[in-house]
């Protein structure tokens, strides 16, 4: 089992920067891929990013490419996303997710959640 703890949203104006945090806990040592989903309200969850534990490799949805960076830290097992030019259509709820083993962009293939961090972006 994996714990994830994620944090770091808030309230920010347009073209603004936010830096959210995802802390591991459990069997880290399985994790072969995280990621960053997000879920507005009335709309479904969906993907931000992922980034391979082990070789860092990342993949970027179209709408954050360019403007949000994620990156990971084996010795903290902690995972970030970045997030600078923030647009009020970037607003939802923030979750990481992890994985043992590569997964693309579907959350189906993520078993373990964050509870959720809140990012509101104000025009």
């Known amino acids: 089992q994996v714990q994830l703890v994620d944090s770091g949203g808030g309230l920010v104006q347009a073209g603004g920067s936010l830096r959210l945090s995802c802390v591991a806990s459990?069997?880290?040592?399985?994790?072969?891929?995280m990621a960053w989903f997000r879920q507005a309200p009335g709309k479904e969850r969906e993907f931000v990013a992922n980034i391979g534990w082990r070789a860092g490799s990342t993949l970027y949805d179209d709408s954050v490419n360019g403007r949000f960076t994620i990156s990971r830290d084996h010795a903290k097992n902690k995972m970030a996303l970045q997030m600078n030019s923030l647009k009020p259509e970037d607003t939802a709820v923030y979750f990481c997710?992890?994985?043992?083993?590569?997964?693309?962009?579907?959350?189906?293939?993520?078993?373990?959640w964050g509870q959720g961090t809140q990012v509101t972006v104000s025009s």
């Open positions: 997710a992890a994985s043992s083993f590569s997964i693309g962009r579907s959350a189906n293939g993520y078993p373990y």
């Open positions: 459990g069997d880290t040592f399985s994790v072969a891929s």
